[in-house]
C-alpha cells in the first residue's frame, strides 16, 4: 500500500512563495511518475508539474518559469516550489503516483490548501 502526505501549504499574498512536500511511505524510487495536481473551488483537478522515473518533468504553461518539481530520494519526498504565487494559483493541491509495476493504478494524498490573497 502507498500513502502520500503533503503539507506546507497557507495562505500568501500574490508575488509570494510556498513550497510544499509530499512525503511517500515507500521509497519513491518505486514510482515511475510523482507529479502535482490542483483543483480550484468549481473546477477541474488540474496538472501542475510532474515527473518520471528517467528524469523528464512537465509543466502547466500557467505555471512555467515560476514553480519547480524537485525529489529528495533519501527523504523520500517530493517537493513543488511555488514562487511569483497569483490569486489564481489559490487551490488545494494533491500529490500523486504511481508505482513502477502497476501503472494503471493511482495513488493520491489528501490535498493541502493553498490560498493566495491578492
Known amino acids: 500500500q502507498v500513502q502520500l502526505v503533503e503539507s506546507g501549504g497557507g495562505l500568501v499574498q500574490a508575488g509570494g512563495s510556498l513550497r510544499l512536500s509530499c512525503a511517500a511511505s515507500?521509497?519513491?524510487?518505486?514510482?515511475?511518475?510523482m507529479g502535482w495536481y490542483r483543483q480550484a473551488p468549481g473546477k477541474q483537478r488540474e496538472l501542475v508539474a510532474a515527473?518520471?522515473?528517467?528524469?523528464?518533468?512537465n509543466y502547466a504553461d500557467s505555471v512555467k518559469d515560476r514553480f519547480t518539481i524537485s525529489r529528495d530520494n533519501a527523504k523520500n519526498t517530493l517537493y513543488l516550489q511555488m514562487n511569483s504565487l497569483k490569486p489564481e494559483d489559490t487551490a488545494v493541491y494533491y500529490c500523486?503516483?504511481?508505482?513502477?509495476?502497476?501503472?494503471?493504478?493511482?495513488?493520491w494524498g489528501q490535498g493541502t490548501q493553498v490560498t493566495v490573497s491578492s
Open positions: 500523486k503516483a504511481k508505482l513502477a509495476w502497476d501503472p494503471r493504478r493511482d495513488y
Open positions: 515507500r521509497s519513491i524510487l518505486s514510482f515511475n511518475m
Open positions: 515527473g518520471t522515473g528517467a528524469g523528464s518533468t
